[in-house]
């Protein structure tokens, strides 16, 4: 799977993860996710391997609650959302 920071995010969708980060107090990273056929796959886990991490936020600890209103929403958009502490 490969996954970058989502790049086009329509207004609307965006007032819904502002929203819900103002309703939740955390702050939300998205990424849109792809397959691909596994040869590619190892071949980019190397390449990443070289760069290291590419996010350098600590995650965020939201509780269950939390978590189910970010699943919720990351259906309706098709993104992958995750939680981070604010700097």
């Known amino acids: 799977m490969f996954c970058e920071i989502a790049r086009k995010v329509d207004d ?3 007032d819904r993860i502002r929203s ?8 939300l990273v998205a990424f849109s996710c ?3 056929d596994p040869a590619r796959e190892e071949r980019l886990r190397k390449a990443m391997e070289e760069f290291g991490p590419q996010l350098q936020a600590p995650a965020a600890e ?4 939390q978590l189910e209103r ?5 259906d309706d958009l098709g993104l992958s959302l995750i ?5």
């Open 34 to 36: 792809r397959s691909l």
């Open 83 to 87: 939680a981070v502490q604010a700097s």
């Open 62 to 65: 939201p509780d269950e609650a």
């Open 12 to 14: 609307d969708d965006l």
């Open 70 to 74: 970010i699943r919720r929403l990351e």
């Open 20 to 27: 819900l980060e103002d309703d939740l107090g955390l702050m």
